[in-house]
DNA sequence: GCATTAATCTACTAAATAAGTAGACTAATT
DNA sequence: AATTAGTCTACTTATTTAGTAGATTAATGC
């Protein structure tokens, strides 16, 4: 499942997409819009905007916006931001991969299993984009 | 990712699976043999046994085993029960389903979005079963 | 250059979940 | 009756999740 926090963060990210192209945005507007505590959601941009994903500009006139065209935001990504792994064991991980410790590593049928797994939900959120959010 | 219990739980029926149609097998010794605490692997031998997945008996020369087959137990059911849903969101859950208070119920992309990853997961772990796991 | 606006940063707190443990109890054998 | 081995209830501890508070910094307009 996903955490609070990815799923507050894809619902802002829908709303910049939506915007995208019309200047920042106020915080205080998507968390109004989009229901979301206010504070929370300071971190929630924060962290996507050191991950690069938006851009931010201080004082009046300031706020958020997508630092790249919807189209080239990938859903994927913006999880792993937020709530770490997409895959379903630290071993078959592509970006945060940990060796597991006690399964034999030349062989391990319950690696493979889950890296079928991994690949097929990464073929659905690799290839999704915010622009497959807006109507 | 996987909770430690589903991930140990994983291990102890690919255990065994492997001994299948040998009769019961001890708490200890799947615990010494995959290296799980054994306290808390029997908490999980009970939840899966609970779940109908696993069966067992008691005193002298009883122990744990597949209720079913190694090709009858289903991966999927088997996270299920031990870790809850598969799906990224509540409201796309098929066996935990809790609609979204926010989104607009008649359509929405996110939710179209996480129905076709969890459909790309599920078409992989819901055809998968123990016996895919034996050498 | 000062006031205002709005994001940034540091540092908490509370609640829930994960991970594991302890010990008494019950059922089946021998 | 003694032994074996799973069952049940109830904890504890650590980590993560979700959210809050308040001071700080940067940009803009006058």
Redesign the pocket.
């Given at each position: 499942?996903?955490?609070?926090?990815?799923?507050?963060a894809i619902k802002a990210l829908e709303y910049l997409a939506a915007r995208y192209g019309q200047g920042?945005?106020?915080?205080?507007?998507?968390a109004e819009k989009k229901q979301?505590?206010?504070?929370?959601l300071?971190?929630i941009?924060?962290e996507l905007?050191?991950a690069d994903i938006?851009?931010?500009?201080?004082?009046?006139?300031?706020?958020?916006a997508l630092k790249d065209p919807p189209d080239q935001t990938i859903v994927a990504n913006v999880l792993r931001v937020i709530?770490?792994p997409i895959a379903m064991l630290p071993c078959v991980s592509l970006y945060f991969y940990q060796p597991c410790e006690t399964c034999d590593p030349t062989h391990c049928r319950i690696k493979d299993l889950f890296i079928e797994a991994r690949d097929a939900v990464l073929n659905v959120l690799e290839k999704k984009t915010l622009s497959d959010l807006l109507p």
């Open positions: 499942m996903l955490s609070k926090k990815a799923q507050y920042p945005v106020l915080i205080s507007e998507i979301i505590p206010i504070k929370f300071e971190n941009l924060l905007r050191n938006l851009e931010s500009k201080k004082g009046k006139g300031g706020g958020y709530d770490g």
